[in-house]
């Protein structure tokens, strides 16, 4: 089993990944009130957290309810 073989599969989730990235990040730099933690924490917890799991602990934690 080689890599191309998983290709059909990572491509979708690794386009997934970044656009969850570049989504938290742009919210993260729009907005100034979080319900936990400050700007350079989230910041942080989504670039160097684990890669998936740090925006999703964004969306769930950090983002202000509208």
């Known amino acids: 089993m080689g890599i191309k073989e998983?290709?059909?599969?990572?491509i979708p989730l690794i386009?997934?990944?970044?656009?969850l990235l570049?989504?938290?990040?742009?919210h993260i730099f729009t907005h100034s009130a979080y319900k936990h933690g400050n700007r350079m924490i989230w910041v942080i917890i989504v670039i160097v957290g684990m890669q998936f799991i740090g925006p999703v602990l964004y969306l769930i934690f950090g983002k202000e309810d509208a």
């Open 6 to 10: 998983f290709l059909p599969f990572l």
């Open 15 to 19: 386009i997934v990944q970044f656009g």
């Open 22 to 26: 570049i989504y938290v990040l742009q």
